[in-house]
């Protein structure tokens, strides 16, 4: 799963409304404390020319444990370029009116500010920073922003619209995160502005119009509802496609992207992912393919030339370029085209039955000086074949090992085994085959909570594919981090496929269910 998800440590609504007397303006209320935030411009209330206000400011910890730099660190997000940052905020249903047809502005904060503990956002009666005219306050008093309304960086700025009003707000804020994490004082696009992390600032589009917008209202950090809460999601594409199980030959039916294979290397030492000593990041591994023995049991014979493409950079060579994907995970592509051995057992002018793939430390092969052998896999190739029919596959789904509960600490791997709806074997078949497992190259999962059917992890069909299915030579699988949902609540799991035939995704029914406990 390519998701994280940051709750805002830090939020509140400032504004330079009248109070009820229509006299005195709200100034110097605080609403920090609130489970709501507001937008809202009211213009002649108090007068034919009157202009009330209101800004919304929200803070995530980018800096602190458990925040976005030390995941970034320590590899739990990828690096920059990898990976979309998302601000995500959760329309509050009221019963006030609600403006349609109308565009809000995102802008980096450019002055440390306080939350502070108001509550009131009718009579705005507490007061306190942060607030219309005062950033935030010490003993020596308080600090003022620059401009009344709060201080924000002139670019980036980003619009988001809502026609009907109630919409959810999300936008893509990336350029501010990353630049967050860096703590670089370059700006975005070369440019010399320098952005701290004091948030973001949200606030209507026109704020001088001489009409009213009334109001618009989000969740805030302080709400009851955990799926509703500010949140900045973190999502990147975590798919491993290991080839292993489904490796061709390389064909002319096929572009040369597709005649690329992908294997991977696991290293598990103690029952954990380690790196392996010596290829860390920026560091390569190498892999050679290499025919079997007349029992197919071990490797014969010289290493198979490889066709160029993948991490294979010259035509002929025996030796293919890998790295590192992720802690303890080696990955490496390459092409092969269908071999015609005389020897090792095969008859002439069949392929090869079996390959042997053997990861090692040199660029220039096996036999080098100094270079160590990683590892010996194997995998059997078949040879792409077209067809004169249409094909509509129709899948079953089932998750293998579900569990029914799991813990908010742990990160769970599902397994999930997908076979042809329409297989329908014999009673002799039955007995003595089991169903082909099928490989997907588009799949997807969803997750809802069961009590009200509503999402907390949709379907990540975008350019992100943060909840594609990965696969290795077992079939399918996801992780899904535990702590991303509410302790106390049974969930379920949906999963799709994609139809290339018809274009469109399609939605398996069933729906396989579990509860998160504490």
Sequence with gaps: MGIKRYTAIRDTTITNAFKPNLTTRATGSNMGLSDSLELFRIYGQASTSSAELSRILVKFNVTGSNSLKTDRTNGTIPASGNVSFYLRMSNAEHPF????????????????????????????????????????????????WASAGGD?????????????????????????????????????????????????????????????????KFF????????????????????????????????????????????????????????????????????????????NTTTSGSALHLSLGGGVTATGNFNATGSKVSTGIYSCSLALTAANPSNTGHYP???????FDVWHTSSTGL????????????????????????????????????????????????????????????????????????YLDSASFKVVRVVDDSDVITFGTGSDRHTYLSYDISGSYFDLDMSTLQAGYAYGIKLAFYDSVVGTWNEYSDVFKFRVEE
């Design 97 to 144: 009116t609600l403006p349609r047809d109308y565009n809000v502005i995102l802008a980096a904060v450019s002055k440390s500010w306080d939350e502070g503990h108001g509550l009131d956002m009718e009579g705005y009666t507490d007061s306190g920073s942060a607030n219309w005219t005062s950033a935030s306050s010490s003993s020596a008093g308080s600090v003022a």
């Design 152 to 216: 924000y960086h002139a670019e980036p700025r980003y619009t988001a619209s809502f026609e009907a009003g109630t919409e959810d707000l999300e936008v893509d804020v990336s350029d501010w995160v990353e630049q967050w994490i860096s703590g670089s004082t370059a700006g975005i696009g070369g440019s010399t502005l320098g952005k701290e992390n004091y948030g973001l600032g949200i606030f209507l589009e026109n704020d001088t119009a001489a009409s009213s917008s009334y109001t618009k």
């Design 220 to 295: 805030a950090r302080g709400s009851e509802f955990f799926f509703k809460k500010p949140i900045i999601e973190a999502r990147w594409d975590s798919t491993k496609k290991d080839h292993r199980g489904n490796f061709y030959y390389s064909s002319s039916l096929a572009p040369a992207t597709d005649n690329l294979n992908t294997l991977y290397l696991y290293n598990y030492v103690r029952g954990r992912l380690v790196d392996i000593p010596g290829i860390g990041d920026g560091e390569h591994i190498f892999v050679s393919l290499y025919s079997g023995s007349k029992d």
């Design 349 to 355: 002018g069949t392929n090869l039955s079996k390959i």
């Design 367 to 438: 036999n080098t000086p100094g270079s160590t052998v990683l590892h010996t896999g194997s995998f059997k190739p078949a040879v792409l074949d077209s067809s004169v029919i249409n094909p509509y596959p129709k899948y079953a789904f089932n998750i293998t090992n579900l569990r029914d509960a799991y813990y908010r600490n742990e990160t769970a791997q599902f397994r999930v085994y997908t076979r042809e709806r329409d297989w329908n074997p014999t009673i002799y078949s039955k007995a003595t085959n089991t169903a082909q497992l099928n």
